[in-house]
């Protein structure tokens, strides 16, 4: 177990990347970068007992050399042991640099007890010449790896796992650097709740929430919408007492959020005060992007303070027993990349503006009117709306038939095209005037403008502007306006405007005179897999490609045969999994699961996502019976580099689910065309891909039950979404605990 645990902690950190997205560019000649080794290796067998990644509180006893490098400087960077190594399980050279959109480098020398031994060692392996990912104390936005190291689980410069030595140093140049420029912002109107899952009784996994509108389980949530500075309180009721917590989690949803700083005030269950008993120090970041529910790892943000059974653990045990958990939660700050994508000048158009309100009309609470830019008021509401146009001033009015009891959210709005280059920098001379009384207005509570949608208008389009009241945000206007018939706010704009960041320029070219290739991928239930052609640990280089297989601690062949095809030519292809019994039983659970449902069933190509180059009219087989027919491919969103067509993923709401069909017994075929080729080709019956010819591994006495998150689910679950992450081993783990909680979770399909 205690090696299990090691090695999938290691296939964990070596595969977490996040690259960065910020669009401004800046050179960087003239900084200094922090260098050094990173290191995870033993010097006893299956000890696991050294690591270092620049700790400053590091243990191992490692001596390290490490340097800091501006742009043309060599240095050397390495580490002494104080005892030979037994075994090296990783070894990456790392600089450290955040928002890095550009680098060359070269190694000029590695050497080990003094020995060169560069010309022993591929550089050349591994596609990227360098990428973020997390080591140590450092985030996956600050730690750059580059090639040539070894990875026990991926990338291996070295022929063979470095052992026998006392010391190693590599020599590198760094060529150049390009960084973007800082952007800042802040958000507002961030939603919060406390995403959760859980059982009322053993094994059921029968309680799930995450904000889903459609939710199920019948617990009653608390949420609310936080700005910077507020305090608010989230929480869940359930409707029976908890046998189990899962996991749970305090969730923000924003985006580009680059700092953020907030305070738990209190935890309560069932009203009882219970902040200290938890330990609020668990877990190395304070905050990181997670995707959950329907929302994606680009706009989750997890915070600390939660429980989950296979990572942090602020909570000593599970929370049991229990139905109701609330947090009060303090934003202290939040940055964010800003709004426009260029410098910004005076607009010079004109755009449609409108009040949009809602208030009591007769009773307290009875949210009696509203109105929100439609082309018709409802009865009892007339409007004047208007146009802004920088140096001109605009009135915009709402009318009532009857005075207003209360008005609980009040905000003059414009319309554009494209919100996102509205600068924030812009500027509003705002009055409000109340039965042309003019109201006292501070426009200092909140920033000027942000995109922001209301009724029939996204945020991509429309843009609110300040001066108003919100009874969950910007107070503009100190107290509600009440009493009155008629609202006006009298507008004087000065907008400015950024051009949208250029598009990119396509990194994968379409090659009509090439020739590509497309497998068939699988999963199942019981985490019985073939993960994509370019899966780093299990893809097509790893010896985990050529049968079904299973992982505990190590991959376990399964049997079965693949058929996949070389793409030379426009026509039509077919990719199969043959002489595998989908109907059976795995360590005494169904296959398919309970439901008889394949998690995944894709085909992986590595045709380029690009718009010369099209798959169409995918036919899904099993046991030569038809079950589905897409005309147009549906390509997985998060394959950005290659097409991948999704036949079934459970974690997306995007893709149908299949129709009925019964466990295959004998093959699964995937037929598609394809067509943008210079040519058409005659396509070959594609070769089956031989299994090996000893009896398959048999399966593990101890593999996980389909409703339980197993230790490892390497294969792909679902990709970027998933109940809870600590730092990489979430990403995994949060979408197999996915798989008995929604068929529809919205994910990818790679689980990195």
Known sequence: MKKKMKRLFAFLLASMMMFSTLTFTSSAAEEEYLMFLA??????????????????????????????AKVGDTVTIGLKMPQEVFHTWYMAPVLVAEGVTDMAYTIDSITIDGEEVLDTIDLTVGEDEWWYEGTGTYTAEQSIRLKGGYNEWAAQAFSASPVGFTEIMYTITLSSLTQAAPTSGTPTDMEMFLAYGGEYTENAWDMCWANEADNASGIEATTAVANVGDTVTIGLKMPQEVFHTWYMAPVIVASDVTELSYTIDSITIDGEEVLDTVDLTVGEDEWWYEGTGNYGAEETIRLKGGYNEWAAQAFATSPVGFTEIMYTITINSATAGSVAAGAPTPSTETYPAYIAIGA?????????????????????????????KNGETTTLSVTFDSPVVYTWYVAPFFTCDDSSVISEESTFDVKVYLDGVEATTDLSVGKSCWAEGTGAF??????????????????????????????????????????????????????????????????TPTWIFRNSWDDATYGKDSGCFDQMGFIDGEWIAQGGSFKDVEI?????????????????????????????LFNLLFVSTDLPVNDDVVISNVVLKMDGSEIVTQETAFLDADSKEVQKVLLANIWNNEISALPYYAAPKQSIEISFDVSGFANDAVVEEPVATEAPTEAPTEAPTEAPAATEAPAAAPAEEGGSTGPVVAVVVVVVIAAVAGVVVAKKKKAGTDAK
């Not at 010097?43 to 390290?64: F, H, L, P, Q, V």
């Not at 609470?365 to 146009?387: F, H, L």
């Open 39 to 68: 290191y995870g290796g033993e010097y006893t067998e299956n000890a696991w007992d050294m690591c270092w990644a620049n700790e400053a509180d590091n243990a191992s006893g490692i001596e390290a050399t490490t340097a800091m």
């Open 360 to 388: 009591d009309k007769e009773a307290e609470n009875d949210w009696g009117w509203g109105y929100s830019g439609e082309e018709a008021a409802p009865e009892g509401i007339t409007v004047v709306n208007g146009e802004l």
């Open 458 to 523: 996204a945020a991509e389009q429309c843009v609110r502007i300040a001066g108003g009241y919100n009874e969950w945000g910007d107070k503009y206007l100190a107290e509600s306006p009440k009493g009155f018939s008629e609202i006006k706010f009298e507008i004087t704009p000065n907008i400015l405007v950024a051009a949208p960041a250029a598009a990119a320029e396509p990194e994968n070219p379409f090659d009509p005179n090439g020739t590509y290739h497309a497998y068939i991928g699988v999963q």
């Open 568 to 596: 030379t030519g426009n026509g039509t292809y077919t990719v199969a999994v043959e002489g595998y019994d989908f109907s059976g039983q795995f360590d005494g659970a169904a296959i398919l699961g309970e439901e008889g």
